[in-house]
């Protein structure tokens, strides 16, 4: 018996623990780049308003950015969420990803709206700065105007508790104020 | 064949009316571009699909991410700069040739120094080898060989 | 009912393959042999009940019993009977009962051809099987049952089968390429087998070697009918994407490409004995480990399944006790004396252990690059991307590095040979390949490539090693005139592997290199040239299919103003799913493809258009084809005819034997 016939087995047991790591990771998720950075400048249009809007205007912080667009099925979902959560004070803007700003201004009119403002982002110029590769999607801007966090799909009341609350200390838990708020 | 177990497209993530073959037609200002254009278009990762290029893939943010290649190319930005700009926003995810970094220096050493230490393990082995070819091989041990066997056992 | 009846008769299959797995190994080890005499019987009893069920579960699908989760999820009323047949192995259940069902195919043929090996040696090997069988069985029934019912609420149809695998392709390419994946088990099996029975000698090599070749050129098939499928089917025109699920079919042939030389070596000489067996145990390895990768969605691919961590765990554990339990066994059981046999450094057996040196580096690199996103993500280290630019980066500089000792090693002799004999054989082939590309270059109409003269020298001299050696093999002897009887299944199938490999590193090289792809819209009437070659849209139409509705157009291409041929792309659109299909029209010859690929209508009776020019790509395929057959051929060998126990080991090596 050598010890050197042992390499392979040792191998494999590397693998294998390897392996069994792979099957609680997300392959699929995927961190933001810009992360750690101030948010990307830029000159857009405001949604409602129509006057050219920088990054000077996300001025209360911290904040959360959303990414909607009305094309964006799971963003009608997480909507009533958003309302709750502004509702608790927390500032939202948005970024009105790749749409059509008339309907952008119906959606707002017909199901309320969360936003301190929205940045009418037609081209999706701002949302590739951002590193933005669908919708929605929301960021964290902590107090210095830096991008904190990013959270990919709908964003619910656990998600929130869960990977937000660095930034927001809601006191009671929305739902007990508000009933069943959230994803439907 | 990006299907080896395409029977596994059961679950697929190829949503609805998306495998159709992306074609554009761009019109380039060189063929040189046209051909810089393809290449970097196959090397850059769309960040929402499964496992696909910007080139082949149906994905909104694909299509986005080619026409800022287009966009770019067609300015005369150069591929390092261009490969920068996708990566500021997007990561080192999108680069499918992973760049140089201090995780990536095995990945790009391995082939190389699996090479080197395989070859000189085998050298080794092949000397030692060869040094009993001959060593069985001589006259004289085979006679001696000969003799032991003829000797009457005590 | 008869989903029930599959269920049961998997069911009882399970049973057996316990059976097979425990009682045959018990006998192994008190030498009962009434307990060992039941191996062959319970593989075949195994075989069969796998087959009912198989069966079982393809007259649902031809029956359109919706009732049935995977019918209802994977067929349609209207798919045509042979896609419905088909579609069985078309999703994550049916392809594992495929799977088991080749198993215990391969199972039955080892009890069949093995009737000469001593009895316990096919107990043993036909036990491991049964335990690898029983892992799947249970696999099968315990997560992934293929006969679950939707009932009450039976669905009034199916879903339907996804497009891309509604093509005659898709019908025998898994299949193949199971055989491939799954024939592995028989040397593994082997191995296993001779390492229990302490036995492991030229014997044992003699034994698994003629199932490596046939399983290793099942895979080779395989692996190519699927590079084929994806060319046309999915309008990129492009053959291999290192996906991540490509690539866990790739490693078992390449490490099956080690073993089957590294067999030769063993077989002929007695030597590398431990070496063997860890490849043996490595090549069935990776086809579990690709298994897994591709089952447990801890890899992003195109294909992989939808993630499920619970079968993911399941095929985890079971590889684990698989590989650890073999590798563990090796540790303890492989022979730690090297063998006396010598042999120089300028021999045969040297060149075959280059050989294994690049197919082991190779193997290793591809499985680097397809965990390295893993790798940095279990560590927190960021997400990374590996792709075609890397692996053809680390791959291609391999396969060129293989190929100068390939034209050598058919010529070269067992235990010692000589570089001044190499040089003398080689020479002339060596000066010729030189010419020619050196005439290449400067008779080639398009500008001198470096990259395409590199691949026709080292094909060339591949090639004509491969014919040298054939030649020598004809002449050489007492009498005069050819001795067409010298070349042997042996040597005819290892040549046919070789110009195989040839054929496919240049057609690599020039698709690679020599394409020419156009993106454009065209309108009716509208013509466009592409190197010699014009095409012109001379109409719109179109066609109804049995499940799809396709437009069609209509492509006269020219060349110099001669008519070559009519091509039809389409873009269907399925009538179940929605889905919508490219449909390539290719006119394929031996030296250039025609591809037309429709996109999207843009405005009035125009599309956007793919058009392809691809010199040489049937090159890859003719040349997998002749690699896959060239393994296949060699079983025909005499030696192989029957395997009753006889002195294998020729003791030296002045005989330059086919390997």
Same mark, same amino acid.
């Given at each position: 018996?050598?010890?050197?016939?042992?390499?392979?087995?040792?191998?494999?047991?590397?693998?294998?623990?390897?392996?069994?790591?792979?099957?609680?990771?997300?392959?699929?998720?995927?961190?933001?780049?810009?992360?750690?950075?101030?948010?990307?400048?830029?000159?857009?249009?405001?949604?409602?308003?129509?006057?050219?809007?920088?990054?000077?205007?996300?001025?209360?912080?911290?904040?959360?950015?959303?990414?909607?667009?009305?094309?964006?099925?799971?963003?009608?979902?997480?909507?009533?969420?958003?309302?709750?959560?502004?509702?608790?004070?927390?500032?939202?803007?948005?970024?009105?990803?790749?749409?059509?700003?008339?309907?952008?201004?119906?959606?707002?009119?017909?199901?309320?709206?969360?936003?301190?403002?929205?940045?009418?982002?037609?081209?999706?110029?701002?949302?590739?700065?951002?590193?933005?590769?669908?919708?929605?999607?929301?960021?964290?801007?902590?107090?210095?105007?830096?991008?904190?966090?990013?959270?990919?799909?709908?964003?619910?009341?656990?998600?929130?508790?869960?990977?937000?609350?660095?930034?927001?200390?809601?006191?009671?838990?929305?739902?007990?104020?508000?009933?069943?708020?959230?994803?439907? | 064949? %990006?299907?080896?177990?395409? &029977? !596994?497209?059961?679950?697929?993530?190829? =949503? $609805? #009316?998306?495998?159709?073959?992306?074609?554009?037609?761009?019109?380039?200002?060189?063929?040189?571009?046209?051909?810089?254009?393809?290449?970097?278009?196959?090397?850059?990762?769309?960040?929402?699909?499964?496992?696909?290029?910007?080139?082949?893939?149906?994905?909104?943010?694909? %299509?986005?991410?080619?026409? &800022? !290649?287009?966009?770019?190319?067609?300015? =005369? $930005? #150069?591929?390092?700069?261009?490969?920068?700009?996708?990566?500021?926003?997007?990561?080192?995810?999108?680069?499918?040739?992973?760049?140089?970094?201090?995780?990536?220096?095995?990945?790009?050493?391995?082939?190389?120094?699996?090479?080197?230490?395989?070859?000189?393990?085998?050298?080794?082995?092949?000397?030692?080898?060869?040094?009993?070819?001959?060593?069985?091989?001589?006259?004289?041990?085979?006679?001696?060989?000969?003799?032991?066997?003829?000797?009457?056992?005590? | 009912?008869?989903?029930?009846?599959?269920?049961?008769?998997?069911?009882?299959?399970?049973?057996?393959?316990?059976?097979?797995?425990?009682?045959?190994?018990?006998?192994?080890?008190?030498?009962?042999?009434?307990?060992?005499?039941?191996?062959?019987?319970?593989?075949?009893?195994?075989?069969?009940?796998?087959?009912?069920?198989?069966?079982?579960?393809?007259?649902?699908?031809?029956?359109?019993?919706?009732?049935?989760?995977?019918?209802?999820?994977?067929?349609?009323?209207?798919?045509?009977?042979?896609?419905?047949?088909?579609?069985?192995?078309?999703?994550?259940?049916?392809?594992?009962?495929?799977?088991?069902?080749?198993?215990?195919?391969?199972?039955?043929?080892?009890?069949?051809?093995?009737?000469?090996?001593?009895?316990?040696?096919?107990?043993?090997?036909?036990?491991?099987?049964?335990?690898?069988?029983?892992?799947?069985?249970?696999?099968?029934?315990?997560?992934?049952?293929?006969?679950?019912?939707?009932?009450?609420?039976?669905?009034?149809?199916?879903?339907?089968?996804?497009?891309?695998?509604?093509?005659?392709?898709?019908?025998?390419?898994?299949?193949?390429?199971?055989?491939?994946?799954?024939?592995?088990?028989?040397?593994?099996?082997?191995?296993?087998?001779?390492?229990?029975?302490?036995?492991?000698?030229?014997?044992?090599?003699?034994?698994?070697?003629?199932?490596?070749?046939?399983?290793?050129?099942?895979?080779?098939?395989?692996?190519?009918?699927?590079?084929?499928?994806?060319?046309?089917?999915?309008?990129?025109?492009?053959?291999?994407?290192?996906?991540?699920?490509?690539?866990?079919?790739?490693?078992?042939?390449?490490?099956?490409?080690?073993?089957?030389?590294?067999?030769?070596?063993?077989?002929?000489?007695?030597?590398?004995?431990?070496?063997?067996?860890?490849?043996?145990?490595?090549?069935?390895?990776?086809?579990?480990?690709?298994?897994?990768?591709?089952?447990?969605?801890?890899?992003?691919?195109?294909?992989?399944?939808?993630?499920?961590?619970?079968?993911?765990?399941?095929?985890?554990?079971?590889?684990?006790?698989?590989?650890?339990?073999?590798?563990?066994?090796?540790?303890?059981?492989?022979?730690?004396?090297?063998?006396?046999?010598?042999?120089?450094?300028?021999?045969?057996?040297?060149?075959?252990?280059?050989?294994?040196?690049?197919?082991?580096?190779?193997?290793?690199?591809?499985?680097?690059?397809?965990?390295?996103?893993?790798?940095?993500?279990?560590?927190?280290?960021?997400?990374?991307?590996?792709?075609?630019?890397?692996?053809?980066?680390?791959?291609?500089?391999?396969?060129?590095?293989?190929?100068?000792?390939?034209?050598?090693?058919?010529?070269?002799?067992?235990?010692?040979?000589?570089?001044?004999?190499?040089?003398?054989?080689?020479?002339?082939?060596?000066?010729?390949?030189?010419?020619?590309?050196?005439?290449?270059?400067?008779?080639?109409?398009?500008?001198?490539?470096?990259?395409?003269?590199?691949?026709?020298?080292?094909?060339?001299?591949?090639?004509?090693?491969?014919?040298?050696?054939?030649?020598?093999?004809?002449?050489?002897?007492?009498?005069?005139?050819?001795?067409?009887?010298?070349?042997?299944?042996?040597?005819?199938?290892?040549?046919?592997?070789?110009?195989?490999?040839?054929?496919?590193?240049?057609?690599?090289?020039?698709?690679?290199?020599?394409?020419?792809?156009?993106?454009?819209?065209?309108?009716?009437?509208?013509?466009?040239?592409?190197?010699?070659?014009?095409?012109?849209?001379?109409?719109?139409?179109?066609?109804?299919?049995?499940?799809?509705?396709?437009?069609?157009?209509?492509?006269?291409?020219?060349?110099?103003?001669?008519?070559?041929?009519?091509?039809?792309?389409?873009?269907?659109?399925?009538?179940?799913?929605?889905?919508?299909?490219?449909?390539?029209?290719?006119?394929?010859?031996?030296?250039?493809?025609?591809?037309?690929?429709?996109?999207?209508?843009?405005?009035?009776?125009?599309?956007?258009?793919?058009?392809?020019?691809?010199?040489?790509?049937?090159?890859?395929?003719?040349?997998?084809?002749?690699?896959?057959?060239?393994?296949?051929?060699?079983?025909?060998?005499?030696?192989?005819?029957?395997?009753?126990?006889?002195?294998?080991?020729?003791?030296?090596?002045?005989?330059?034997?086919?390997?």
């Amino acid at each position: 018996m050598q010890a050197k016939k042992f390499i392979p087995l040792l191998a494999f047991v590397v693998l294998a623990g390897l392996l069994f790591r792979g099957l609680s990771i997300d392959p699929s998720e995927l961190p933001a780049a810009r992360l750690g950075q101030p948010f990307p400048e830029f000159s857009q249009p405001e949604l409602s308003t129509g006057r050219e809007v920088s990054v000077e205007a996300l001025a209360v912080r911290p904040a959360l950015v959303n990414v909607w667009a009305t094309w964006c099925y799971s963003c009608r979902v997480e909507h009533p969420y958003l309302i709750a959560l502004a509702q608790q004070g927390v500032p939202i803007y948005g970024l009105n990803y790749k749409d059509d700003s008339a309907k952008a201004r119906e959606w707002l009119t017909q199901l309320g709206d969360p936003y301190q403002l929205n940045i009418a982002d037609v081209e999706g110029s701002v949302g590739l700065d951002l590193g933005v590769y669908g919708a929605p999607e929301t960021y964290v801007l902590d107090a210095d105007g830096v991008i904190a966090h990013r959270h990919v799909g709908v964003l619910s009341e656990e998600v929130f508790q869960r990977d937000f609350s660095p930034w927001f200390s809601l006191g009671a838990s929305l739902s007990e104020i508000h009933g069943e708020v959230g994803v439907e | 064949m %990006r299907a080896v177990i395409f &029977v !596994l497209l059961c679950c697929s993530p190829w =949503g $609805a #009316s998306s495998t159709w073959a992306v074609i554009e037609t761009y019109e380039f200002s060189s063929p040189d571009l046209e051909r810089r254009y393809h290449a970097l278009s196959q090397e850059l990762r769309c960040p929402k699909c499964q496992n696909q290029n910007i080139a082949d893939s149906n994905a909104p943010i694909a %299509r986005d991410l080619r026409v &800022v !290649l287009y966009e770019q190319l067609q300015a =005369g $930005a #150069s591929d390092d700069e261009i490969l920068a700009f996708m990566v500021a926003r997007y990561g080192e995810f999108v680069r499918y040739r992973p760049g140089m970094d201090r995780n990536t220096v095995l990945l790009w050493a391995a082939p190389g120094l699996l090479l080197v230490l395989g070859a000189m393990g085998l050298f080794a082995h092949f000397r030692q080898r060869s040094s009993q070819v001959h060593a069985a091989l001589t006259d004289s041990e085979k006679s001696e060989i000969e003799r032991l066997l003829q000797e009457p056992r005590a | 009912m008869i989903p029930e009846l599959g269920h049961v008769s998997l069911i009882i299959a399970f049973v057996l393959a316990i059976g097979l797995a425990a009682v045959p190994m018990w006998g192994a080890l008190r030498r009962d042999i009434a307990a060992m005499n039941t191996a062959p019987s319970l593989a075949v009893g195994v075989t069969v009940f796998v087959g009912i069920a198989f069966a079982l579960l393809a007259v649902s699908f031809l029956q359109d019993d919706f009732s049935v989760a995977v019918v209802a999820a994977n067929s349609n009323s209207l798919l045509p009977p042979i896609f419905k047949f088909s579609a069985v192995w078309g999703n994550h259940e049916g392809s594992l009962l495929l799977w088991v069902l080749i198993l215990s195919g391969w199972m039955t043929a080892v009890a069949y051809f093995s009737r000469g090996l001593p009895l316990v040696m096919v107990a043993r090997v036909l036990s491991v099987m049964g335990m690898v069988a029983v892992g799947f069985l249970a696999f099968s029934l315990l997560t992934s049952n293929p006969f679950e019912r939707l009932l009450p609420n039976t669905p009034l149809d199916g879903n339907d089968l996804n497009p891309l695998l509604q093509d005659p392709g898709l019908i025998i390419h898994p299949p193949l390429l199971y055989m491939g994946y799954v024939g592995l088990s028989v040397p593994f099996a082997f191995a296993i087998a001779a390492l229990m029975g302490g036995r492991l000698d030229a014997s044992w090599a003699r034994w698994s070697r003629p199932w490596t070749n046939v399983a290793w050129g099942f895979l080779s098939l395989g692996i190519m009918l699927g590079s084929w499928w994806a060319y046309y089917e999915l309008g990129w025109g492009g053959w291999w994407f290192w996906d991540p699920v490509e690539n866990a079919s790739f490693m078992p042939w390449l490490m099956g490409a080690a073993l089957v030389h590294s067999l030769a070596v063993t077989e002929k000489r007695g030597v590398f004995r431990s070496w063997t067996v860890l490849l043996a145990i490595f090549a069935f390895s990776l086809s579990l480990l690709g298994t897994f990768l591709v089952r447990s969605g801890v890899l992003t691919s195109v294909h992989a399944f939808a993630a499920d961590p619970e079968r993911g765990l399941f095929i985890l554990i079971f590889l684990a006790l698989v590989v650890g339990g073999s590798l563990l066994l090796y540790a303890l059981r492989a022979p730690s004396v090297a063998s006396r046999v010598a042999y120089g450094a300028v021999s045969r057996e040297s060149l075959l252990m280059v050989n294994n040196l690049v197919f082991i580096v190779s193997t290793v690199v591809v499985l680097l690059g397809t965990l390295f996103p893993l790798i940095m993500d279990a560590f927190s280290l960021g997400k990374y991307s590996v792709g075609p630019p890397y692996f053809n980066a680390v791959f291609v500089p391999l396969m060129a590095l293989l190929m100068p000792f390939m034209a050598v090693g058919p010529l070269s002799r067992w235990r010692e040979d000589s570089a001044r004999r190499w040089l003398h054989e080689l020479l002339v082939p060596g000066l010729g390949v030189m010419v020619v590309a050196a005439l290449l270059g400067l008779l080639g109409k398009a500008a001198f490539n470096i990259w395409i003269a590199m691949a026709v020298l080292l094909s060339g001299w591949v090639a004509l090693g491969v014919i040298k050696d054939g030649w020598r093999r004809l002449s050489s002897g007492m009498t005069s005139g050819l001795q067409w009887r010298r070349l042997s299944p042996s040597f005819l199938g290892m040549a046919l592997a070789h110009l195989g490999f040839a054929g496919v590193v240049l057609g690599a090289v020039v698709v690679t290199q020599e394409s020419e792809e156009h993106d454009l819209r065209m309108a009716l009437g509208d013509s466009e040239l592409l190197g010699a070659y014009r095409f012109e849209l001379q109409s719109l139409g179109q066609q109804a299919g049995p499940n799809y509705l396709a437009d069609q157009a209509v492509f006269e291409v020219s060349r110099n103003g001669e008519p070559i041929a009519i091509l039809v792309p389409e873009k269907r659109r399925y009538f179940a799913s929605g889905q919508i299909m490219t449909e390539a029209a290719i006119d394929a010859s031996l030296w250039r493809d025609l591809y037309i690929a429709l996109g999207e209508p843009i405005g009035d009776n125009a599309w956007a258009v793919r058009l392809q020019y691809k010199p040489m790509v049937r090159w890859l395929w003719l040349g997998s084809l002749m690699i896959g057959f060239g393994a296949l051929v060699t079983v025909f060998d005499r030696r192989y005819r029957s395997q009753a126990v006889r002195n294998p080991v020729p003791q030296t090596g002045a005989k330059a034997v086919a390997s």
